[in-house]
């Protein structure tokens, strides 16, 4: 059953203080994992001495910080932690174009963990620039993976008269994705519990995905991509989203992909699934090479890079 806004006293307590930070003018942009090690290694960096601290790089925190209202709503949440002899928030809030995003706090080593990050600013980006250039009219639109809701809700917010939905297997992410829509008070959002499309029906206008693509160790739902090299569930994604685009509908998947001497196995993959007149596709590097410390993990050995990469495919007919 479709969920339309949060529904719990946990979730309404969350929702209160994404509405407290916001007209508090916080502000805070994402980084990698890599980079936010770095930040917080820095000396002085041990303790939050700031909300943006607390909230954004995931520092330990006095309770005396926070006003006796934050931190109530903190604990109905069930959003803090002890830590030592201080507070930590498992929560992060990160900002993208005037949206507040709330997702797991760093490091994100849980397994139904929430990401949120610079893929996510890139995928927006890839959406928006679609959304500009495509001459279909979006009646219906899904965000596979919804993670955040970031998708659905830059979908949603340039579609007012469209139907979005958002899909996730990871109850986490379908919670921090209704507490999403309703502090940006869009409407048109639905989110559900699927396995990509395999719980919702009908065809869409625009499908939307930015699935996790690394080998994990411990598969984490919000991090493993499967197969090989990671790229098993963007191959199943493209395979359901195919048969479920209207004419004149699009796919759009952003994901990541390991090169292996030179070679591209997710783009030869496409070649021949894409043959003939039936779709349309561009597929196209957005950035060669990010998260390089992954190429130490088992597994990467003849990986030269991963890169990422935008498939946007529309169906002709």
Known sequence: MPLDSPQTAADQALLQLGKRLRADGYHFTCVTPATHALVNARPGAEKACTVRDVFGWSRPFAGSMLSA??????????VVKSHRDLLASTVRWSSLDGLLLVHSAYPTQASDAVFFGPDSYRF????????????????????????TGVGALVIARAAQHAQVTAVDINPKALRFTAVNTALADIGNVS?????ILQDVTGQFDLIVANPPYMLDDGERTYRHGGGSLGADLSRRIIEQSLE??????????YTGVAIVEGQDALLEGIREQLAGPEFSWVYREIDPDVFGEQLLEPGYERVERIAAVAL?????R
């Open 124 to 147: 927006a980006h890839v959406i928006q620039d679609h959304l500009r250039s495509t001459p279909k009219r979006i009646e219906r639109a899904v965000d596979i993976g919804c993670g």
């Open 244 to 253: 479920r685009l209207s004419v004149g509908g699009s796919l759009l998947l």
């Open 69 to 78: 209202d934050e931190l109530d709503l903190m604990k109905t949440a069930g």
């Open 312 to 316: 946007t495919v529309m169906r002709n």
């Open 191 to 195: 989110v559900q519990q699927s396995d």
